[in-house]
Every structure is written in structure tokens, then in C-alpha cells.
């Protein structure tokens, strides 16, 4: 966590809080999607984990609807 001065307004330390909690969910995103990726069968499989879990942008792969059955 940043420090931060105890003047500064108020709008500017909720952005920064703001930020660091989406950077942090970033980080997170990417460990699972790796986790996702170690435990596939395959290639389509890993493809569709990602896809069912909203972690397909996170592997760096184009969010796309996963198709139904």
C-alpha cells in the first residue's frame, strides 16, 4: 500500500484506493487464470474454464461468449 499524507483531499485518496484495489484484482485474476490453465485436459478445455469464469481477459485471450450446448 501507498503511503499517504493525511492532507491530502479526500477525492484523491479514494482514487488511489480505488486503483490499488483494481490493480490488486488484476494480480489476483492472473494467478487464478494460471491455476485454471495448470489443472486443463487441453488447449479447449482451458479455453472454456476461462471463458466460464469471466478470467479469459485476464489470460490475455479475446472475451468472447462461450458457446452452449
Do not use: K
Amino acid at each position: 500500500m501507498i503511503g499517504r499524507s493525511q492532507t491530502e483531499p479526500v477525492g484523491n485518496r479514494v482514487t488511489l484506493a480505488h486503483e490499488e484495489e483494481l490493480a490488486a484484482r488484476g494480480s489476483d485474476q492472473r494467478r487464478v487464470a494460471r491455476v485454471v490453465a495448470a489443472r486443463a485436459i487441453d488447449v479447449e478445455d482451458c479455453r472454456e474454464l476461462l471463458g466460464m469464469l469471466g478470467l479469459a481477459g485476464a489470460a490475455g485471450m479475446p472475451e468472447a461468449d462461450t458457446p452452449t450446448r
